[in-house]
């Protein structure tokens, strides 16, 4: 996933990766996998940011209000299936983090908001249908007021690209929620990926 990240002090590990073909699992991180096989272009990418919504405008019972955990997720999914950065960008609080642990080298690798708006949106330029299905929680925790949280939840996603390789993966998104008080939208602080092997 080096290739997907415009700044050179984040290197990813791609000694053993393998081209999608149908229905392949990926080698360590969904993630991971998707961005590098896809993404060979990273370097001469376009603004990823699409005018396709603006908030309040009447669409927000249908695409799901952040400002519950519900309907959080609910945005979420429908940012990956309509492909649209603007629904997903909002959800990333602005000193997000993402980790995947890489057991080809038995580390945990970890970046930001601004690397992960840039790969989300080339991963949606690049894919022509994303289903993303969120299942059953395993933990939920909060902090009694309603401005934290700690969800791990299991998930299904289906990443088609262009041309017939599909990208299959499941397993568990442990989220951090967090928001300054119950009247503002949830947002992501920190998310490791426990997609399963």
């Known amino acids: 996933s080096d290739i997907r990240h415009p700044t050179s002090d984040i290197r990813h590990p791609?000694?053993?990766?393998?081209?999608?073909?149908?229905?392949?699992?990926?080698?360590?991180?969904?993630?991971?996998?998707?961005?590098?096989?896809?993404?060979?272009?990273?370097?001469?990418?376009s603004n990823p940011f699409a005018p396709s919504y603006k908030e309040g405008d009447g669409l927000e019972n249908l695409l799901g209000n952040p400002l519950t955990i519900d309907g959080f997720y609910t945005r979420f999914q429908n940012a990956y299936k309509l492909r649209d950065t603007t629904?997903?960008?909002?959800?990333?609080?602005?000193e997000f983090t993402f980790?995947?642990?890489?057991?080809?080298?038995?580390?945990?690798?970890?970046?930001?908001?601004?690397?992960?708006?840039?790969?989300?949106?080339?991963?949606f330029q690049f894919s022509r249908e994303i289903d993303l299905t969120w299942n059953n929680i395993i933990v939920q925790l909060d902090n009694g007021e309603g401005t934290e949280a700690q969800?791990?939840?299991?998930f299904d996603l289906i990443v088609s690209l262009e041309g017939s390789?599909?990208?299959?993966?499941d397993g568990s998104a442990n989220?951090?929620?967090?928001?300054?008080?119950?009247?503002?939208?949830w947002q992501i602080i920190r998310w490791r990926d426990q997609s399963d092997l």
């Open 87 to 94: 629904l997903y960008g909002p959800l990333l609080h602005p």
């Open 151 to 154: 969800i791990i939840r299991r």
């Open 99 to 123: 980790t995947f642990r890489n057991y080809e080298q038995n580390v945990d690798v970890s970046w930001g908001r601004i690397e992960d708006l840039i790969s989300t949106g080339n991963m």
């Open 14 to 45: 791609t000694s053993d990766i393998r081209h999608p073909t149908s229905d392949i699992r990926h080698p360590t991180s969904y993630r991971t996998l998707i961005f590098i096989t896809i993404l060979a272009s990273l370097w001469a990418c």
């Open 175 to 185: 989220f951090v929620l967090q928001r300054p008080d119950t009247l503002s939208p």
């Open 165 to 169: 390789d599909v990208i299959r993966t």
